[in-house]
């Protein structure tokens, strides 16, 4: 390896983030070190600052420099709306399309026995509790087209079913098997739009 081994350090972390590989890496690696000033040592800077700040949002699990976050707090929001999410990713994806102006409830993550993640892994618990305040109308369940994905909206909906709120899900134009954070803006555009009732199961 022509490059020390601190470089190579910082090549090798960088190639484990989502999008990148060792290619990528070499090449973004290679970008900061030529341009120290105007990219690298800013990068260095918010990196600590974040580092240093961030929190988790105590209500909806966003993550943010301050709890509640910017979005729990920002007065325009319909509160009678929310939005159940997988992931942060999920929710700065709807939230940058400007798809929902409702709130947020981010899940973190999805039900995966194979996984060992079971219920108790989710914010599924505080989820009930923020509905059963009375203040939620609709919820929207946005999330993934996958197996793991359903599983867990199948079981949200029968934790929610004796608040009776309206449940809805994304429709038209997301594909099955596809992750919100990686659909563009139109697409979740047409899925919030379109979203549907959720089908209550038997008593």
């Known amino acids: 390896m022509a490059a020390s081994p601190e470089i190579d350090d910082l090549i090798q972390v960088l190639a484990r983030m989502p999008g990148l590989g060792p290619r990528s890496a070499r090449r973004m690696v290679l970008h900061l070190l030529k341009k120290r000033e105007t990219a690298l040592k800013p990068m260095i800077r918010a990196l600590e600052s974040v580092d240093a700040n961030m929190v988790e949002c105590e209500i909806c699990g966003n993550v943010d420099t301050r709890s509640p976050c910017g979005v729990c707090t920002d007065s325009r929001r319909d509160e009678r709306l929310l ?15 400007g798809a929902f102006d409702g709130r947020f409830h981010v899940l973190g993550g999805t039900l995966s026995p194979l996984d060992g993640i079971g219920p108790d892994d989710l914010r599924i ?4 509790r923020r509905v059963e305040e009375g203040v939620v109308e ?5 999330l993934s087209a996958t197996v793991d994905g359903q599983t867990t909206a199948h079981y949200v909906r029968d934790r929610l079913e004796p608040y009776g709120v309206s449940l809805t899900s994304l429709a038209h134009g997301v594909p099955v098997g596809g992750e919100l954070d990686y659909l563009d803006e139109g697409t979740l555009h047409q899925a919030m739009r379109a979203r549907r009732p959720v089908a209550l199961s038997d008593a």
């Open 138 to 142: 609709e919820v929207v369940l946005a």
């Open 83 to 97: 939005c159940v999410v997988e992931d942060v990713a999920d929710l700065w994806a709807l939230d940058k399309a």
């Open 125 to 128: 618990d505080s989820l009930c």
